[in-house]
């Protein structure tokens, strides 16, 4: 089938990371993030899909939660049905389920339905969206606080093994985790998590875990590799990092892509979630070009700053249960 005018009609030529059991498929570096389909709409959302996929994205990551999972496997499906991709197999697709469902007898039914919503036969990675269970319910957040439950990770794992076992996923791991939480996972684990899918930015540099993971042999996947938005600042300490902008003046860059490739240097892929057609392909002109040693140790001096804990997910008011906060929180300690 011949390409749509504009589009590439080829293959993306994006580097990935090998994850999972040996023989297990890479991680492509660079993937777009879902979660903005609230922000746009599903219309504009489809186009945002086309557009990366045009541009080479070969990794879409989605979730139960974001409501993104319909309007992804329409696009796949109109990608491949365009020429844009050979098939839907060229695509690297992920998806998590949310803590609502993080029980074990809701893990396999919330894949059986992601695939329904993304109309595919299997995903190439489930995730544990968060280390934390909540009284079943349709997938939403902010969460009540006293809804949270004690998590059963050794029941959540074997299901998610499960899904792994029955094909639906080509690899298993897990999202928001910290050293200590892997830790207790990988006692338990037949199939260890190929992936572990956390906030990894200059500000937020996850030395320790990062560590961990590498001796572990699980990917790290970066989320908000720019910074993201918050509900309480105006302020991206990302993008307005005097130390990036010095760097990206000096590299003629832009501060994004200094960012991303410092993330690519650690070995971690990344999901960005821009939706600007200029910033999509920026996202991705990363890769010919390098961090001098210099840059490097500017950006390891720079004082961290994490965006996300567990109070982001939950609702400013209620009272804690029986489960400690501390206990499901994503900051590294």
């Given at each position: 089938?011949?390409?749509?005018?504009?589009s590439?009609?080829?293959?993306?030529?994006?580097?990935?990371?090998?994850a999972?059991?040996?023989?297990?498929?890479?991680?492509?570096?660079?993937?777009?993030?879902?979660?903005?389909?609230?922000?746009?709409?599903?219309?504009?959302?489809?186009?945002?899909?086309?557009?990366a996929?045009?541009?080479?994205?070969?990794?879409?990551?989605?979730?139960?939660?974001?409501?993104?999972?319909r309007?992804?496997?329409?696009?796949?499906?109109?990608?491949?049905?365009?020429?844009?991709?050979?098939?839907?197999?060229?695509?690297?697709v992920?998806?998590k389920?949310w803590?609502?469902?993080s029980?074990?007898d809701?893990?396999?039914?919330?894949?059986?339905?992601?695939?329904?919503?993304?109309?595919?036969?299997?995903?190439?990675l489930?995730?544990?969206?968060?280390?934390m269970?909540?009284?079943?319910?349709?997938?939403?957040y902010?969460?009540?606080?006293?809804?949270?439950?004690?998590?059963?990770?050794?029941?959540?794992?074997?299901?998610?093994?499960?899904?792994?076992?029955?094909?639906?996923s080509?690899?298993?791991?897990v999202?928001?985790?910290?050293?200590?939480?892997?830790?207790?996972?990988?006692?338990?684990?037949?199939?260890?998590?190929?992936?572990?899918?956390v906030?990894?930015?200059?500000?937020?540099?996850?030395?320790?875990l990062?560590?961990?993971?590498?001796?572990?042999?699980?990917?790290?996947?970066?989320?908000?590799?720019?910074?993201?938005?918050?509900?309480?600042?105006?302020?991206?300490?990302?993008?307005?990092?005097?130390?990036?902008k010095?760097?990206?003046?000096?590299?003629?860059?832009?501060?994004?892509?200094?960012?991303l490739?410092?993330?690519?240097?650690?070995?971690?892929?990344?999901v960005?979630?821009?939706?600007?057609?200029?910033?999509?392909?920026?996202?991705t002109?990363?890769?010919?070009?390098?961090?001098?040693?210099?840059?490097?140790?500017?950006?390891?001096?720079?004082?961290?700053?994490?965006?996300?804990?567990?109070?982001?997910i939950?609702?400013?008011?209620?009272?804690?249960?029986?489960?400690?906060?501390?206990?499901?929180?994503?900051?590294e300690?």
């Amino acid at each position: 089938m011949a390409s749509p005018p504009g589009s590439s009609g080829r293959r993306s030529t994006t580097p990935g990371f090998p994850a999972g059991l040996p023989g297990g498929r890479a991680v492509p570096a660079v993937g777009l993030g879902t979660s903005s389909v609230r922000s746009v709409g599903e219309d504009g959302f489809r186009g945002t899909l086309m557009t990366a996929l045009e541009l080479g994205y070969r990794h879409i990551d989605a979730a139960s939660v974001y409501g993104s999972e319909r309007v992804v496997g329409e696009a796949v499906a109109g990608a491949a049905r365009r020429g844009v991709i050979a098939s839907r197999e060229e695509v690297f697709v992920t998806t998590k389920v949310w803590c609502t469902h993080s029980h074990p007898d809701l893990v396999l039914p919330s894949l059986r339905e992601s695939l329904q919503n993304l109309q595919m036969e299997y995903v190439d990675l489930y995730l544990v969206h968060w280390p934390m269970s909540v009284k079943p319910t349709k997938p939403h957040y902010p969460m009540r606080r006293e809804d949270i439950v004690p998590m059963n990770l050794r029941g959540v794992w074997q299901a998610m093994e499960e899904c792994h076992r029955l094909g639906l996923s080509k690899m298993i791991g897990v999202s928001n985790f910290t050293t200590k939480k892997l830790q207790e996972l990988l006692t338990i684990a037949k199939i260890p998590p190929a992936v572990n899918q956390v906030e990894l930015n200059p500000v937020w540099q996850q030395k320790k875990l990062m560590e961990f993971c590498k001796e572990k042999g699980i990917h790290v996947t970066a989320y908000q590799p720019l910074g993201g938005q918050h509900r309480t600042s105006t302020i991206n300490p990302v993008m307005h990092s005097d130390v990036l902008k010095e760097i990206a003046e000096a590299k003629e860059k832009s501060v994004a892509q200094i960012s991303l490739r410092w993330v690519y240097e650690q070995g971690a892929s990344m999901v960005t979630t821009s939706t600007k057609p200029e910033r999509l392909k920026e996202n991705t002109e990363i890769f010919d070009w390098q961090l001098t040693e210099e840059d490097r140790l500017k950006i390891s001096e720079i004082p961290q700053h994490k965006r996300v804990s567990v109070l982001s997910i939950l609702c400013p008011d209620g009272v804690s249960g029986v489960v400690d906060l501390s206990e499901v929180d994503v900051v590294e300690v």
